[in-house]
């Protein structure tokens, strides 16, 4: 009984210490975009830049126009392959005019009728981009009701509960409920909605940009650039709004200590960006057309239709990098031909030397393990 507690023991020993010495060392894995021609796997661990990878030949082959045949969605520079022909999917909000159910933003929820997106029988809203422009959905038990966004001062508890335009936030340093304001109007010091909103377009904020400001534990603050190409272990390391530890790709060496990498930034908070989104929100608001990450740069939608030359201005403002959002580069590309990717791996090619590192501070964790470990060795000298 003994001996076996002590494999088990041992076991755990070394599972502790292989986890301590993986987790002190992350970042995100940086996936290739390849040029047209070059050598692809199709499991989508690389991306073809404007193209797709072709699952017989393996090579990058480039994506089709509209109204080419094709057979899947990533064959299409429209982003979506109907009726075996390149055509526009998902651009079509509830209420908005569509060719058939692949038009609507949520197929599974909606249907083409009458060549307008409206709820299947029995489906409602779970989400706000469920809803027509300027309306959010209220959720009670299962069931979800779209309705009439907040002006000015008016109720919210997420950007969504709000008018295209405006955001969700304080009205004053001292209050203490959200309500819907201005972006760009909170300064220094002043107090903020840091609530974490994935769907939000990320310059779309009631901290001033324009000044270098953002939204940390509450109150708006100075935005601490990492310098390009710094080192890191973590995303942590990289204080940055909007920025990622990219994985060092460069050098065999990091590789093999745990994949250290560079801080990479993805969103800039600046002047210029804060006029070229008020430039895109005016169009927006003209034109009524939805405002989130969705609807950017998915062709044949409002915005694209409307007011490509704002979003495509405005794709200067962002650098798309990490592994969960890279998909997203060739839909930007190819809606914005004059939008410049920055590939960090490129950028930051010099290989860096890293010491290996000793067992983390952290490691005091395992003084239990070590203890019992230590009783299983003088158990079996001893022959107990």
Do not use: H
Request: some cysteine; overall charge negative; glycine content about 6%.
């Amino acid at each position: 009984m003994i001996k076996m507690n002590c494999k088990f023991i041992n076991y755990l020993f070394v599972i502790l210490v292989i986890c301590s010495i993986v987790n002190c060392q992350q970042c995100s894995t940086d996936i290739p975009l390849l040029a047209i021609g070059a050598t692809c796997k199709a499991d989508q661990t690389n991306i073809c830049k404007l193209g797709y990878c072709n699952s017989t030949t393996l090579k990058c082959v480039a994506q089709k126009a509209k109204d080419s045949a094709c057979t899947a969605n990533n064959e299409c520079l429209t982003g979506g392959c109907v009726s075996s022909k390149c055509g526009y999917i998902g651009y079509a909000f509830l209420g908005d005019d569509c060719v058939d159910d692949s038009s609507c933003v949520n197929p599974t929820k909606m249907e083409c009728t009458s060549n307008i997106c409206a709820f299947k029988s029995g489906q409602s809203c779970a989400v706000a981009t469920d809803c027509a422009n300027n309306q959010y959905c209220k959720v009670t038990g299962a069931t979800g009701e779209c309705l009439a966004s907040s002006d000015v001062n008016g109720a919210c508890q997420s950007r969504y509960d709000c008018k295209e335009n405006l955001v969700c936030s304080y009205s004053d340093n001292t209050n203490t409920t959200l309500s819907c304001q201005l972006p760009y109007t909170k300064q220094a010091g002043d107090k903020c909605n840091s609530e974490d909103d994935p769907s939000r377009i990320p310059f779309f904020y009631d901290c001033d940009i324009s000044k270098g400001l953002m939204c940390s534990n509450s109150k708006c603050v100075a935005n601490s650039v990492s310098q390009q190409c710094s080192l890191c272990m973590t995303a942590t390391d990289c204080k940055g709004y909007g920025e990622s530890c990219m994985c060092n790709t460069n050098s065999s060496e990091v590789v093999e200590l745990g994949k250290a990498g560079f801080c990479s930034q993805g969103v800039y908070i600046t002047s210029a960006c804060k006029t070229t989104f008020t430039e895109l929100m005016t169009c927006a608001v003209d034109n009524n057309c939805p405002m989130n990450q969705r609807s950017l740069f998915t062709q044949g939608g409002c915005l694209q239709t409307n007011c490509n030359t704002e979003a495509c201005k405005m794709s200067s403002c962002f650098n798309v990098a990490d592994s969960t959002s890279k998909g997203f580069i060739n839909m930007v590309l190819s809606a914005c031909t004059n939008y410049k990717y920055t590939d960090i791996q490129s950028e930051c090619s010099v290989p860096i030397t890293v010491t290996p590192s000793p067992l983390p501070s952290s490691s005091s964790s395992l003084l239990p393990a070590l203890t019992l470990w230590f009783i299983c060795i003088i158990l079996a000298i001893l022959k107990i």
